[in-house]
């Protein structure tokens, strides 16, 4: 009685682990949840939570290998490896913020200027950080972390405990489709402000031709930040129908990634 009762401990730990390092995988490269800002502590009590909450849903699995410590530890990394691949979907599209605040700042002319993003820790365009901020806000309110982590128990009914994994010629062709719509998304985020950059430099043209004595080099860099503020003010009012596509696509590209691996 008293080794089943041990055994049964042990299967639980070992299940415990395997659950734990999927749900770390998603700390170390989910969008929110990879904070550089949040302590390493409150990362991993909060994995260790989900993690638990988790256990239950995932009982009745079996634990290969679990005497066999080299096998295990094969079979964790393969769990670590599921984890930071769901979160990496969502780390493409996020970069989304970025790639568009890098074009938005070469238009405005504040490309020559960087801030520091205090959510990422990094350097970021100016308006790169600021849709950022926008998005981690929006994503919040619509609990899209609730989503992460229910794509992420959702993920043990296609890839259980013990599935061997392979990354296949679909899963790369998977992320470069990630990459491309990230890429033209970002395009459409940043299309207002280079479109009417764009008109504004050809009217300063025109004034270089038709008025020479005007010094376009002096008016054309006030003229393209407040054209730019000022597109960029218009078009907020269409960022939250923008960010429900863009956030649809993302949960979309997690399931096609969880699907992929199965």
Known sequence: MEQNIIDFLLQSVDLFLLVFMRVSGIFVTAPIF??????????????GMISFILMPLVEGVAVANSGNLVLFAG????????GVIIGFVGAI???LTSLAG???DRQTGFAMVNAIDPLSDTEMPIFGSFYNILFVFIFLNINGHHLVIRALNDSYHQVPIGH??????????????FFRDMTVMAFLLSLPVVVTS?????????????????????VGMPLRIVVGMLTIWVTLQALLP????FFDRMFQGIYQVIHLLS
């Open 198 to 218: 764009f008109l504004a430099n050809v009217v300063l043209g025109i004034f270089a031709k038709t008025m020479p004595q005007i010094n376009v080099f002096v």
């Open 75 to 82: 079979q964790a990394t393969q769990e670590l490896l599921v």
């Open 164 to 177: 061997l994994i392979t990354l296949s010629d679909d899963l790369v062709r998977g992320m470069i489709t």
């Open 93 to 95: 599209y996020f970069s």
């Open 242 to 245: 923008f960010s429900e596509s």
């Open 102 to 104: 890098t074009l938005l």
């Open 34 to 47: 990879s904070n550089e800002n949040t302590p390493m502590v409150a990362r991993i009590g909060l994995a």
